[in-house]
């Protein structure tokens, strides 16, 4: 027999019920499937309509139209609340994750391929991408590579138009080929752990998020209290946390690798560069407005995003751990102020 649409007393109980399974539901749907909020919300939703049928029986059409827009404003409240306490949580975190574990800090080693031992200098990272996969690998350079590079970026003449641009492409196609060991340690990863593009890119972009940050300034660094308050507060507690007398304010990805000190744009360049190596149309963001660098990936995604040419390249902050792709910190997001600047594709 086919159960009666439910009485009032009843249909008090399905919105009840119905909240209590979206949100488990949810839980288990991000943390499983990884979908995005704005897929695991609906499917979730139908997932806990579903149970409180089979446990309550139908309610009324007019008592589950109402239900269910009221459980959707209601999520879509919480969570957007949510999400901005997280992003101003992550944006007061952005500089102040500064202290290296020994074991990942940049050591001399030696390292055999292919028969021949390498002088490296090399760094044993541990991390976590934004869906809570442990990952651990190690960041190496040839020390001959380093010497040979690190000082390139001071003899190159910057030609008239796209400034910045134009210095990250004559960066990344010149540190570029002395990248292998970094990339056959990710490539390693994406085959050991099996990861689709989608992960693969997490994976790389979180190990980087996951660096200390380092302030990276064309003039000497000074004394913490001759600086605003932003950045007296973070080299205070981090006096190391500062590379000064670095041409353009901007380390190369070789030198980068052997001392671990980056800021924005010293990340988005590896960043770009080791996406660009795996296939992916990625590109890098800047902002004269922020005083900032961001990369940009053209993958399906959802969140903030910037057009360029046709084609959709979601934002990703490289500064500080647990910003996912297409979200950024609450004082940089206003996607008007950003310019695609170099694109792999």
């Keep these: 027999m086919t159960k009666k649409p439910q009485d009032s007393a009843s249909g008090c109980m399905w919105p009840l019920l119905v909240c209590v399974f979206t949100l488990i539901s949810f839980t288990a749907i991000r943390g499983f499937l990884q979908l995005s909020w704005y897929l695991a919300l609906p499917t979730a939703l139908i997932a806990a309509s579903v ?15 109402t239900n269910t827009f009221f459980i959707l404003m209601v999520f879509a409240g919480v969570y957007w609340g949510f999400q901005q306490v997280l992003d101003i949580l992550r944006t007061l975190n952005v500089t102040e994750n500064e202290t290296f574990n020994a074991e990942e800090a940049v050591a001399e080693s030696k390292f055999v391929i292919d028969s021949d031992t390498l002088d490296v200098y090399e760094s044993h990272r541990f991390w976590s991408d934004n869906y809570g996969n442990d990952y651990n690998g190690y ?3 040839r020390q001959t590579d380093y010497l040979e590079l690190k000082d390139h970026i001071a003899t190159y003449r910057v030609p008239a138009g796209n400034f910045w641009g134009s210095l990250y492409d004559y960066i990344e196609r010149t540190d570029g080929p002395k990248l292998d060991l970094l990339f056959q ?3 390693e990863m994406g085959n050991t752990y099996r990861l689709n593009p989608r992960e693969f890119a997490e994976m790389v972009v979180t190990c980087i998020q996951d660096i200390p940050y380092s302030f990276v300034f064309e003039e000497a660094c000074l004394q913490p209290h001759q600086y605003e308050p932003s950045i007296r507060k973070i080299l205070l507690e981090c006096p190391e946390c500062c590379i000064g007398h670095i041409t353009y304010g901007i380390q190369n990805p070789v030198s980068f690798l052997q001392n671990l000190k980056g800021d924005c744009d010293t990340r988005t360049v590896l960043i770009y560069s080791v996406l660009k190596h795996f296939g992916y149309d990625v590109a890098i963001l800047n902002s004269d407005f922020y005083r900032h660098s961001i990369i940009g990936l053209n993958l399906p995604g959802t969140g903030k995003h910037k057009v360029h040419n046709g084609k959709r390249y979601y934002v990703w902050e490289t500064t500080a751990p647990y910003f996912e792709l297409g979200t950024l910190p609450y004082n940089f997001n206003d996607i008007t102020h950003w310019d695609v600047i170099l694109t792999s594709k």
């Design 185 to 187: 340690t990710f490539q």
């Design 139 to 141: 960041l190496r350079v």
């Design 51 to 65: 149970l409180t049928r089979i446990l309550l029986g139908p309610p009324s059409k007019r008592s589950l139209l």
